[in-house]
Structure formats: structure tokens, C-alpha cells
């Protein structure tokens, strides 16, 4: 969701290193007060027909939750070659229009593959068909995890943001030094796999809801230091 998308894009600009910060605040030079936070929710804001599979990948249920690209990513429609996709030309000597462009791609599917039904089931949509009750309103089970999740976070978004940022700059856990997206929509796919993941009796209850907060934490992290990193390695 948008406040999940600024997060991420906010505290990765943190943890750039000094080449990476140079480009890029090069490159959002091009849209004056532009920042990693304010540009992550540009691909939602200006999605088309063409790059909607971009922002997801299906993969089997009930599969191992293993990733084929030539069976889950047919001629690179999916999140997971898109971000491949988007970094190279971010990291390529083209026009700086072009460039900026692919950061705010990356930026945005960074944070998407770590959603864990951006890396679900074709059956269910993602969760988008599973129906449930969730702090007073009708809604469905992706939407819960794109953003209800996140604005109705204990003590609201800026404890959120605080505790984020801390993590964030904390020990970069083993996970978190795995460079390859295709291994990231994996593991979403893993949380997905669980047998508690989808609610027996189609409400969000206050078990359900601590459980998943943990995940949407550890997933908010990640997607924050992953980013970082990409971007580091690219524009160094």
C-alpha cells in the first residue's frame, strides 16, 4: 500500500552509500523535492494494461513454492524480471529520463515481491477473491496485507516508521543479504504456504493479526536493507 511503499523508499534513502546517494539524487533532480519515499508509489499511480503482471508473480499452489521463469514468468511478465529488467537500465549509460524511470520501478517492485501475496496463487488472485471481516469493514485477504495491516499499526504509522528505522539500521541479517528477487518472491510465497496464512473463519482476529504484524515487520525490513542494497550495487 502507499504507506508501506514510502516507508521502504524513505528508509532505503538512508542506507545508500555516497556514489549510489550522488546518482540518484541526480536523477530526482529531475523532478525538483523528489525523494526515494515520495517517487515509490509512481508505478501504482501510473499503471497501465502493459506492465500490471509486473507488480506480481503466480506461482503453484501446493508446488513447493519454487520458481520456474519459464513456467511463472512467460516473456518476463512478471515482478521478478522486472526488477531484474528495470535495474539494468538504471544502472546502464542511457538517457537520464529513461534512468529515472527504472528507479522508480525498482523502487516500487522491491517493495511489492516482499508483500506476500504478490507472490501467491493464481487461483485466489493473490487473495483478492478470499473475502473476510477486518477492523469493521468487508474486504478481501490481499487487501488486508497490501495496507490494512499497515494503517491500523499499533500506535499508528510514525511508531511504525521509528521502529522500521531502527531495525533497519541494525545487523543486516543473513536473509537479507540475498541479492536475487527470484529467491525473495520464494520466500513470500513460503508465508503464503502456511497452513494459519488464510483465516479459517474468514475474520481478522486478534491471533491472526499479532502473527502477521511480525511478518509485515520482518517483510517491511527486508524489502528496506534489500533495496538499499540494489541500488548500491548498481550505481556503485
Excluded at 511503499?5 to 555516497?18: E, K, N, T, V, Y
Excluded at 490494512?148 to 499508528?156: D, I
Amino acid at each position: 500500500g502507499v504507506d508501506g511503499h514510502r516507508l521502504i523508499g524513505d528508509l532505503a534513502q538512508q542506507q545508500l552509500s555516497p556514489k549510489a546517494r550522488a546518482e540518484i539524487g541526480r536523477l530526482l533532480s529531475l523532478e525538483p523535492g523528489a525523494t526515494l519515499g515520495s517517487i515509490a508509489n509512481w508505478a501504482d499511480d501510473h499503471r497501465s494494461a502493459a506492465d500490471a503482471p509486473w507488480h506480481y508473480v503466480n506461482l503453484p499452489r501446493n508446488g513447493g513454492c519454487r520458481f520456474e521463469a519459464t513456467r511463472d514468468c512467460a516473456q518476463g511478465q512478471c515482478v521478478v524480471a522486472a526488477i531484474d529488467r528495470q535495474a539494468a537500465i538504471l544502472g546502464a549509460r542511457g538517457a537520464d529520463a529513461d534512468r529515472l524511470k527504472a528507479l522508480k520501478y525498482v523502487v516500487h517492485f522491491v517493495a511489492d515481491v516482499h508483500q506476500p501475496l504478490h507472490a501467491g496463487f493464481a487461483d485466489d488472485r493473490g487473495g483478492n477473491t478470499v473475502q473476510l471481516q477486518a477492523y469493521g469493514r468487508g474486504t478481501n485477504l490481499h487487501a488486508v496485507w497490501d495496507t490494512a495491516l499497515v494503517v491500523n499499526w499499533p500506535g499508528g504509522l510514525e511508531l511504525l516508521a521509528r521502529d522500521l528505522e531502527s531495525a533497519a539500521r541494525g545487523p543486516v541479517a543473513v536473509a537479507a543479504r540475498v541479492a536475487d528477487p527470484a529467491r525473495w518472491a520464494e520466500e513470500s510465497c513460503r508465508i503464503v504456504e502456511e497452513d494459519w496464512f488464510y483465516p479459517e473463519r474468514r475474520k481478522l482476529e486478534s491471533e491472526y493479526e499479532e502473527r502477521a504484524q511480525r511478518i509485515v515487520r520482518a517483510r517491511l525490513v527486508l524489502a528496506t536493507q534489500r533495496l538499499a542494497d540494489l541500488l548500491n550495487r548498481v550505481l556503485d
